[in-house]
């Protein structure tokens, strides 16, 4: 079950898969659930909120774990929040367009915290292969 929660979430973030505002962001909320941290109580799911798995888990951050990458990219992109609200109007009713794409990002956001500062502790491994552009001094271009 955690696999097709989290593949059904990667589809709804590539805009492949029209999923409610709120049924997107509790299939967020289960991941979170799973490594242990709560995504933040709005309005949007305030009736819906999964409280922690206590001595259970549900290896879904195993299952995300391989695409960490293209969460970054999705909390990277300026223009996601835009194509989401159009993505959103086009397949299903927007109920809280204001405030969803940022709960979404913030979300998405602990996960991969949550992923790269796991075994940060002992190396900067995760750092070096999620956040490659750290290592590189900015070009003169991009410096003036």
């Not at 490594?35 to 409280?51: C, D, F, N, P, V």
Request: positive net charge.
């Amino acid at each position: 079950m955690s696999r097709v929660v989290v593949l059904e979430l990667l589809q709804a973030l590539k805009f492949k898969s029209p999923l409610p505002d709120t049924n997107l962001l509790l299939l967020v909320q289960f991941v979170c659930a799973d490594i242990g941290t709560r995504l933040a109580e709005s309005t949007i799911i305030q009736k819906h909120m999964i409280s922690t798995l206590p001595g259970c888990t549900t290896a879904a951050m195993e299952c995300m774990r391989q695409y960490i990458s293209e969460l970054l990219d999705f909390i990277a992109d300026m223009h996601t929040l835009t194509k989401l609200k159009n993505h959103m109007k086009a397949c299903c009713q927007p109920l809280h367009e204001d405030t969803f794409g940022g709960n979404l990002k913030v979300g998405l956001a602990q996960v991969a915290a949550m992923e790269i500062s796991k075994g940060n502790h002992r190396d900067n491994k995760a750092v070096v292969r999620y956040l490659p552009w750290l290592y590189h001094p900015p070009s003169t271009m991009q410096q003036g």
